[in-house]
Nanobody, 124 residues
């Protein structure tokens, strides 16, 4: 089982990035998915989650609500995080994670599988 996060990079404030999380060895539509981030010197924090299955139900951290969108691409067995209007405080390593559960999960200890992380740097 492997999750591969990609799409990070360096952008100026107000810019956009699209992160992608692709999987091998598991079918992502059968898992709840989440994105977390960790800034230097800080703990890893919840960013966004999408419920297992086809409902499309999502949840977001207050700090990204209205700017970030999590979605599934089942044809590619992937989950994406579209990040608009990026701010310098969004700078972090972003991780995708999968959980074998029906609900929403906001702490990293609840997730079963993790990607390796992709760096997002936003300059002012």
């Amino acid at each position: 089982v492997q999750l591969q996060a990609s799409g990070g990079g360096s952008v100026q404030a107000g810019g956009s990035l699209r992160l992608s999380c692709a999987a091998s060895g598991l079918t992502l539509s059968s898992y709840g998915m989440g994105w977390f981030r960790q800034a230097p010197g800080k703990e890893r924090e919840f960013v966004a989650a999408i419920r297992r299955g086809s409902s499309g139900d999502t949840r977001y951290a207050n700090s990204v609500k209205g700017r970030f969108t999590i979605s599934r691409d089942n044809a590619k067995n992937a989950v994406q995080l579209l990040m608009n209007n990026l701010k310098p405080e969004d700078t972090a390593v972003y991780y995708c994670a999968a959980v074998n559960g029906l609900g929403f999960y906001y702490t990293d200890s609840e997730y079963n599988y993790w990607g390796q992380g992709t760096q997002v740097t936003v300059s002012s």
